[in-house]
């Protein structure tokens, strides 16, 4: 099934995950949980939109210094977390110096790719970005109503990695949270091109700008560097949820009670 996109016009990437086949064949509902880019831009009419359409709750993945650099657009009534996926600032490319790196992406076309190879192998190894999906979990369960809105920069990796774990613990197939994972490609392709046409402008070489693209895009391999390193470290997704991401049945339970609709 094609995903639900929301008509919003300051936000990168929104859509709602309901109409999905889950556990039992029951479909996850819809306006109760909401995947998007960065909300610091927010026009008043997609403030108004998300308020009508039953947002209760907001969950900021992206690292201190992008909340500090550009802070979610505050709502009223609407509940509000800053649970940082990363330990690293992804602004500088998971690396120390960033004039260092964008020297990099201008002599190595792949250095991009190896990057987020690398993010992707830690949002599911590292300690931290562990706590960080077991809160989000603990956030779902306790929102008995409304919508919870989660969020990163541009709402493909960091979103869509706690994307994968939501589904799955859900019942939907893995084909399904891959195809969802991917249409962030498709819903980016006029963010790339504007980037792309800027770099172009300001004498960019053709192996930056493939960085560019690169760093703006989804793809099958760094979603499958999180699955193998998940397969390889922990023997697979149901072990990873229980092990290191302490996913109780009883959690398990109670998230397919609140975001599945009944048979």
């Known amino acids: 099934m094609k995903p639900n996109v929301l008509p919003l016009n300051s936000v990168y990437n929104p859509r709602d995950l309901g109409g999905y086949v889950g556990f039992a064949g029951r479909k996850v509902k819809m306006h109760r949980l909401l995947r998007t880019g960065k909300i610091s831009n927010l026009s008043k009419n997609?403030?108004?939109y998300l308020k009508?359409?039953?947002?209760?709750?907001?969950?900021?993945?992206?690292?201190?210094?992008?909340?500090?650099?550009?802070p979610d657009h505050p709502l009223s009534g609407v509940e509000h977390y800053n649970l940082s996926l990363s330990d690293e600032d992804n602004t500088q490319g998971g690396q120390g110096d960033f004039e260092k790196t964008l020297a990099k992406?201008?002599?190595?076309?792949?250095?991009?790719?190896?990057?987020?190879?690398?993010?992707?192998y830690d949002h599911v190894t590292k300690e931290h970005a562990q706590n960080v999906i077991h809160q989000i979990l603990e956030i779902l369960a306790n929102t008995k109503d409304g919508a919870v809105l989660y969020h990163c920069s541009e709402g493909k990796d960091r979103t869509g990695i706690v994307t994968v774990v939501i589904l799955?613990?859900?019942g939907v197939d893995l084909e399904t949270i891959r195809q969802d994972y991917l249409c962030s490609n498709y819903l980016l392709n006029d963010y790339r091109s504007c980037r792309d046409q800027k770099f172009k402008k300001n004498g960019e070489n053709l192996k930056f700008r493939a960085n560019m693209r690169i760093l703006g895009s989804v793809e099958d391999a760094f979603l499958d560097t999180s699955l193998i390193a998940i397969q390889e470290n922990y023997g697979g997704l149901d072990k990873f949820l229980e092990e290191q991401l302490h996913v109780t049945p009883d959690l398990i339970a109670s998230l397919r009670?609140?975001?599945?609709?009944?048979?």
Do not use: H, N, T
């Open 52 to 70: 009508e359409y039953g947002l209760s709750k907001i969950i900021d993945l992206r690292s201190p210094f992008e909340c500090k650099f550009a």
């Open 105 to 120: 992406y201008r002599v190595d076309q792949y250095a991009g790719f190896k990057m987020m190879c690398k993010r992707y």
């Open 168 to 170: 799955y613990i859900l």
């Open 257 to 263: 009670e609140l975001y599945l609709e009944k048979k």
């Open 46 to 48: 997609d403030a108004k």
